[in-house]
């Protein structure tokens, strides 16, 4: 018996770049040539607006069988959605507040090379907090990131929360280039695996793998085999590697099959 099998893709750095729409020649070879192999499923810690920018509009439910936008607490199974839980349900009123303002204080102490607008995203489940602001071009994305990768802005910004908050039940997770996430404990990209049902191998695809990134969770479950990319094409060049080994497995299932007498 063949293995029933799904894929499960991150969006940004894996199927996209960061905050783009998906390209062409990846969207064909991953709806035209891996969808006939395996069943599709995308997750993200953007809201849904933001999925359906980068991966078709509407049509994104006719693409992928699950849908999951903000860590899976925003949740879509064949077109349908899921039920949802909210931040300040977990938290509070109050203790969300405290947070929040803490982050727009600390955010205008802050000294960086320019500031945009949209400090921090208010989503479902999760806060989303950019020091340099969302609005930002795609060029002063790379050079905030680059900016960050020597002076730990986001890092730091992480650290001074955790020490203003040790009691608050929350993971924070840096992903992307210039934001980094804050949510209940236990609401990282696993939380969507509890919707995914009836599959032997659940296989997830992300970039952000290592301890603190985004993916990091997901990729070392028990529930899910895990694939850390580099950028879209290695996405791509993972994915004929995994349907090389699966019809190699196929076949070799089939020369041990025991033939029947007449």
Same mark, same amino acid.
């Given at each position: 018996?063949?293995?029933?099998?799904?894929?499960?893709?991150?969006?940004?750095?894996?199927?996209?770049?960061?905050?783009?729409?998906?390209?062409?020649?990846?969207?064909?070879?991953?709806?035209?040539?891996?969808?006939?192999?395996?069943?599709?499923?995308?997750?993200?810690?953007?809201?849904?607006?933001?999925?359906?920018?980068?991966?078709?509009?509407?049509?994104?439910?006719?693409?992928?069988?699950?849908?999951?936008?903000?860590?899976?607490?925003?949740?879509?199974?064949?077109?349908?959605?899921?039920?949802?839980?909210?931040?300040?349900?977990?938290?509070?009123?109050?203790?969300? *507040?405290?947070? %929040?303002?803490?982050?727009?204080?600390?955010?205008?102490? #802050?000294? +960086?090379?320019?500031?945009? $607008?949209?400090? /921090?995203?208010?989503?479902?489940?999760?806060?989303?907090?950019?020091?340099?602001?969302?609005?930002?071009?795609?060029?002063?994305?790379?050079?905030?990131?680059?900016?960050?990768?020597?002076?730990?802005?986001? *890092?730091?910004? %992480?650290?001074?929360?955790?020490?203003?908050?040790?009691? #608050?039940? +929350?993971?924070?997770?840096? $992903?992307?280039? /210039?934001?980094?996430?804050?949510?209940?404990?236990?609401?990282?990209?696993?939380?969507?695996?509890?919707?995914?049902?009836?599959?032997?191998?659940?296989?997830?695809?992300?970039?952000?793998?290592?301890?603190?990134?985004?993916?990091?969770?997901?990729?070392?479950?028990?529930?899910?085999?895990?694939?850390?990319?580099?950028?879209?094409?290695?996405? /791509?060049?993972?994915?004929?590697?995994?349907?090389?080994?699966?019809?190699?497995?196929?076949?070799?299932?089939?020369?041990?099959?025991?033939?029947?007498?007449?």
């Amino acid at each position: 018996m063949s293995k029933k099998i799904i894929c499960l893709f991150d969006v940004d750095g894996t199927l996209t770049e960061p905050r783009q729409p998906i390209k062409p020649n990846i969207e064909k070879f991953v709806l035209e040539t891996v969808k006939k192999e395996f069943d599709l499923a995308v997750i993200g810690g953007s809201d849904l607006v933001k999925l359906k920018e980068q991966l078709g509009g509407g049509s994104i439910f006719e693409k992928y069988k699950y849908v999951f936008a903000e860590n899976g607490l925003i949740a879509f199974k064949d077109g349908k959605q899921l039920p949802a839980e909210t931040i300040q349900s977990m938290i509070g009123e109050e203790a969300l *507040q405290d947070l %929040i303002n803490f982050c727009l204080r600390y955010i205008s102490e #802050l000294h +960086l090379p320019f500031k945009r $607008g949209t400090f /921090i995203e208010f989503r479902t489940g999760m806060l989303n907090i950019s020091p340099v602001g969302r609005n930002c071009t795609r060029e002063e994305r790379i050079q905030f990131y680059e900016y960050d990768i020597e002076h730990q802005v986001r *890092q730091k910004f %992480i650290q001074a929360l955790k020490k203003e908050f040790p009691d #608050l039940a +929350l993971t924070y997770s840096i $992903g992307g280039q /210039i934001s980094f996430d804050v949510f209940p404990v236990g609401w990282n990209k696993t939380y969507c695996l509890r919707y995914i049902e009836g599959y032997d191998e659940i296989h997830f695809f992300g970039d952000k793998t290592t301890e603190g990134g985004n993916d990091y969770e997901i990729y070392e479950s028990d529930l899910t085999i895990g694939h850390r990319v580099t950028c879209p094409e290695d996405t /791509i060049k993972q994915l004929n590697v995994l349907m090389a080994v699966i019809k190699e497995n196929k076949e070799k299932e089939q020369l041990t099959v025991p033939m029947q007498c007449a």
